[in-house]
């Protein structure tokens, strides 16, 4: 069996906002609950599993998507006022990045989100 990424537990101030935020400006279906977390599930079947019982701890998240997904996510961003980078420093606000295309932008509990229409080398 090939090895594949199933899920990754992403600690969060509240799991309900954080979970919701991400799924509504990816597009993607509401969170759904399982134990303690609160799970948002992509296309490739890998969740993020939301955990707010001992608070957030920043991290990288990327996600792949294609140039309609892109431009749908990017509406919802520019829509909402949510501040965006071209580069994971955030020293280029308000640029979207030329590989493929991309950008990064925060969720609400510091995580560093990122939105790519290629990947990195390709």
């Known amino acids: 069996m090939a090895v594949e990424l199933n899920h990754t537990i ?7 906002t954080s979970a919701a935020f991400l799924a509504e400006l990816l597009g ?3 969170p759904t609950p399982f134990g303690p977390f609160l799970c948002v ?7 993020l599993d939301y955990d707010d019982r001992y608070g957030p701890v ?7 998507v294609t ?6 996510i990017f509406a919802r961003v520019t829509e909402q006022g949510i501040t965006y980078w071209a580069d994971p420093g955030h020293t280029q606000e308000k640029v979207i990045n030329d ?3 991309g950008f990064y932008f925060e969720d609400p509990s510091g995580h560093n989100m990122e939105v790519l229409t290629r990947p990195y080398g390709s």
Do not use: Q, W
């Open 28 to 30: 993607l279906g509401a």
């Open 58 to 64: 920043p991290g990288h998240y990327a996600f792949l």
């Open 99 to 101: 590989n493929g295309r």
């Open 10 to 16: 992403i600690p969060v101030e509240s799991k309900e």
């Open 67 to 72: 140039e309609e997904e892109f431009d749908a």
């Open 41 to 47: 599930e992509t296309a490739n079947g890998v969740s």
